[in-house]
Nanobody
Framework: QVQLVESGGGLVQPGGSLRLSCEAS????????MGWYRQAPGKERELVAEISSDDTTNYADSVKGRFTISENTTKKTVYLQMNSLKPEDTAVYYCKAVTTWRSISWGQGTQVTVSS
């Protein structure tokens, strides 16, 4: 199973920015997709953004134009740049990886809190 280590969460004021990182234990060449999901209290986990091995990206409508997903294959790391943060972005953010052999792995989660 792929080990995923997330970092970069924290407390930020509305309108601020944060960058999340997710480092994988597996070579990016063995990963079909990597993505970020989030789960707010009392809500289901939802897709935020994902990037495929062909660099195709997909975003939730609620974050389009504010969040950007990118990857550094050398560092085996996927990033989520979050700008213009809103209180409704508050959630635990999880990194997910799907390997070429269809195995799914999740990170431990990192808390993002947007509050004044």
């Amino acid at each position: 199973q792929v080990q995923l280590v997330e970092s970069g969460g924290g407390l930020v004021q509305p309108g601020g920015s944060l960058r999340l990182s997710c480092e994988a234990s597996e070579s990016m060449w063995n990963l079909r997709t990597m993505g970020w999901y989030r789960q707010a209290p009392g809500k289901e986990r939802e897709l935020v953004a994902e990037i495929s091995s062909d660099d195709t990206t997909n975003y939730a409508d609620s974050v389009k134009g504010r969040f950007t997903i990118s990857e550094n294959t050398t560092k085996k790391t996927v990033y989520l740049q979050m700008n213009s943060l809103k209180p409704e972005d508050t959630a635990v953010y999880y990194c997910k990886a799907v390997t070429t052999w269809r195995s799914i792995s999740w990170g431990q989660g990192t808390q993002v809190t947007v509050s004044s």
